[in-house]
């Protein structure tokens, strides 16, 4: 229930590759930034979302964050399913009731941005595949759900909740509940998202998950799984407002 590392602690001389902050934070720090860089490239969103994906992915793959973790037992799938489904449920749900107007209100006030609106359709119509063809509106799909789906839990719950408590982060078990390391993810988390109540309460879900299973892979796999619904939901039933 501790660290669950396999590897040496980093040494002063090891390759940046393989310092665990670095490995923790850098696809996500990489997804923000090429995020602001495509806005100045000749490029589609779409293309520049594969592009992106795609890079980050190869951070994945080269850094593995994974590597200083147990391998997910067996026996914990169904509760990170259940997770996994369980805020993908929360996030849509009350937006497929829309139109319930005085619903519709007090989830926009208090679920999305407080005293905002709901996000219109607009931006994320140029993902369907009737824009942009179906294999860019697949790699959406698949971008959200095994790339930033990745990335965020490793750095959010991996890396920043524990670093909050101690320097040293993978000294910090993955069982510890700490109070102020908690609000601050939570917030911090939720801003990165425009439905700020929901993203928290996914946030506090995907945490709990962690520390319960005493396993960071359980909530990857929930964000995966919730992710990949949401986007299959998105382009099902054009409910683009989610993109």
């Known amino acids: 229930g501790g660290r669950g590392v396999n590897a040496p602690p980093a040494v002063a001389s090891a390759s ?3 310092r665990p902050a670095l490995a923790h934070t850098v696809p996500f720090v990489a997804w923000l930034g090429l995020m602001l860089v495509s806005k100045a490239l000749p490029f589609t ?5 594969a592009c992106r994906a795609l890079a980050v992915l190869g951070l994945l793959a080269l850094l593995r964050p994974w590597r200083w973790y147990d391998r997910l037992a067996l026996r914990q799938l169904p509760l990170s399913l259940a997770v996994g489904v369980g805020v ?10 829309g139109h319930d107007a005085m619903l519709a209100d007090l ?3 208090w679920l999305i941005l407080p005293f905002g609106r709901v996000p219109t359709p607009q931006s994320g119509l140029q993902f369907s595949p009737e824009r942009c063809g179906w294999a860019l509106t697949t790699v959406r799909i698949l971008g959200s759900g095994l790339v930033i789906a990745v990335a965020e839990e490793y750095f959010w719950r991996g890396f920043l909740y524990r670093w909050l408590v101690s320097r040293d982060f993978l000294s ?3 069982s510890l509940r700490d109070a102020e390391a908690t609000a601050w993810m939570t917030i911090l988390f939720a801003a990165e998202h425009h439905r700020l109540f929901a993203a928290a309460l996914a946030g506090l879900a995907y945490l709990e998950l962690m ?11 929930a964000h995966v799984v919730t ?3 949401l986007g299959i939901y998105v382009v099902v039933t054009r409910s683009y407002q989610f993109w």
Do not use: G, I
């Not at 993908?88 to 009731?97: K, T």
């Open 88 to 97: 993908f449920v929360l996030w849509v749900v009350p937006e497929a009731f």
């Open 16 to 18: 940046w590759r393989d």
């Open 107 to 109: 989830y926009s006030r």
């Open 227 to 229: 992710n990949l619904l």
């Open 211 to 221: 520390r319960r299973t005493r396993s960071l892979h359980t909530a990857v796999l």
């Open 45 to 49: 969103p779409p293309q520049a979302y």
């Open 172 to 174: 910090v078990k993955l």
